[in-house]
């Protein structure tokens, strides 16, 4: 079974950098997405990249500071993160659909990584 294994959160100040890891085992090819949950909120889509890569879609929250990407060769999923900012904290999950097209709904992803923490202090 597929397994989502995320790293490269932690605590970072306002108009700083992180950048988040998903590293899958198994088959490569899949689409994959980037989500976040800030407590009391409901979980969010912010990236989303097809299984090829060449197709990505951010949200609009975080368009021109987030970038995302992808290396098949080592299967790991990339998501970049600029000008971070408060709003910005939340836990952010890696997700796996099994099919070459991206979509920002959760509900078409089939795996899910355990979730790492992002922090971005004012």
């Known amino acids: 079974q597929e397994q989502l294994v995320e790293s490269g959160g932690g605590l970072v100040q306002a108009g700083g950098s992180l950048r988040l890891s998903c590293a899958a085992s198994g088959p490569i090819g899949w689409a994959m997405g980037w989500f976040r949950q800030a407590p009391g909120k409901e979980r969010e889509f912010v990236a989303a990249?097809?299984?090829?890569?060449?197709?990505?879609r951010l949200a609009d929250s975080v368009k021109g500071r987030f970038g995302i990407a992808r290396d098949n060769a080592k299967n790991t999923v990339h998501l970049q993160m600029n000008s971070l900012n408060a709003e910005d904290t939340a836990v952010y999950f890696c997700?796996?659909?099994?099919?070459?097209?991206?979509?920002?709904?959760?509900?078409?992803?089939?795996?899910w990584g355990q979730g790492i923490q992002v922090t971005v202090s004012s």
């Open positions: 997700a796996l659909r099994f099919s070459g097209a991206m979509t920002s709904d959760p509900s078409q992803y089939a795996r």
């Open positions: 990249i097809s299984g090829g890569g060449g197709t990505k």
